[in-house]
Nanobody, 120 residues
Framework: VQLVESGGGLVQPGGSLRLSCAASGRIFSINAMGWYRQVPGKEREFLADITSGGRTNYGDSVKDRFTISIDNAKNTVYLQMNNLRPEDTAVYYC???????????????WGQGTQVTVSS
C-alpha cells in the first residue's frame, strides 16, 4: 500500500491550497483517512480525519479554516486549506486506516509528506 500526497507549495498569507492524498496498492476497504502536520522539533499535530461514510473530525487549530473530504472511488482524501497563516508552515502528512484483504486486520499507513510554506 502506498500513500502519495500532492498539492503542497509556497503560498502567501491569506491564500489557499488544496492537498490531495491517493492510496494505491492492495486495498480491500478504507475505514478512514486523515491529515497531520509536523514542524521540526515538535510533535505531529492532528488536523482532520474522515471516515468512508463521510463523518469528519477536526483539530481545534484548523476546524474553521480547513475542510477534509474523501473520494471513495479514487481512494483519495483532500484537505482544502483557506486563510493560511505563517504558522501553518509545516510538512503535511496523510494517513489511511485500511484493510488489504477481507480477513486482514486494519492497519494504518502514512504518506511521505508534502511541504507547505506560508510566507510573503
Amino acid at each position: 500500500v502506498q500513500l502519495v500526497e500532492s498539492g503542497g507549495g509556497l503560498v502567501q498569507p491569506g491564500g489557499s491550497l488544496r492537498l490531495s492524498c491517493a492510496a494505491s496498492g492492495r486495498i480491500f476497504s478504507i475505514n478512514a483517512m486523515g491529515w497531520y502536520r509536523q514542524v521540526p522539533g515538535k510533535e505531529r499535530e492532528f488536523l482532520a480525519d474522515i471516515t468512508s461514510g463521510g463523518r469528519t473530525n477536526y483539530g481545534d487549530s484548523v476546524k474553521d479554516r480547513f475542510t477534509i473530504s474523501i473520494d471513495n472511488a479514487k481512494n483519495t482524501v483532500y484537505l482544502q486549506m483557506n486563510n493560511l497563516r505563517p504558522e501553518d508552515t509545516a510538512v503535511y502528512y496523510c494517513n489511511a486506516d485500511l484493510r488489504s484483504t477481507p480477513i486482514a486486520m486494519s492497519t494504518t499507513y502514512w504518506g511521505q509528506g508534502t511541504q507547505v510554506t506560508v510566507s510573503s
